[in-house]
């Protein structure tokens, strides 16, 4: 019974940690993804102006699409792949590891109210709640 109890204890941060490295390396690729691609403004008006017609986006993601998105596309433009790339190196180095769990949930969560949704979401949501949940084992 000791001997399970002692791989448990090595085993569980080395999957939790792979957790958190690999949803980093997730938002790492995202990040520089958008960069590669010049995603900016542009991008931004699209996923707002789709928002107004898309009936799959719930009315609280249309009133922040409408005010803040087409208020500020330039901002939005610029802070998307920042963040992307700043949650990709935190999780990677295993800084700030609940707080990068909880924006990382909290970003996809509203890239699906937004209906832009890719593969890797659902798996990167997944990756969030285990850094979430065990924190201190993911660092």
Not at 24 to 29: E, Q
Not at 55 to 61: D, G, L, T
Not at 69 to 98: D, M, N, Q, R, Y
Not at 105 to 130: F, K
Request: with cysteine; glycine share 10%; charged share 10%.
């Amino acid at each position: 019974m000791k001997i399970q109890v002692r791989a448990a204890a090595l085993v569980a941060p080395a999957v939790v940690g792979a957790a958190r490295v690999g949803l980093g390396i997730l938002w790492l690729h995202e990040g520089i993804f958008k960069y590669s691609a010049h995603f900016g403004r542009a991008d931004i008006l699209l996923v707002a102006d789709g928002a107004k017609t898309n009936s799959r986006v719930p009315e609280y993601f249309r009133a922040v699409a409408e005010f803040a998105l087409h208020g500020w596309p330039g901002l939005f433009g610029f802070l998307t792949p920042l963040l992307e790339t700043c949650l990709g190196i935190a999780l990677i180095l295993g800084v700030l590891t609940l707080p990068a769990g909880m924006v990382s949930l909290l970003t996809l969560m509203t890239y699906w109210s937004s209906d832009q949704l890719i593969a890797q979401y659902p798996i990167m949501g997944a990756l969030s709640v285990v850094v979430i949940a065990w924190p201190l084992l993911a660092t």
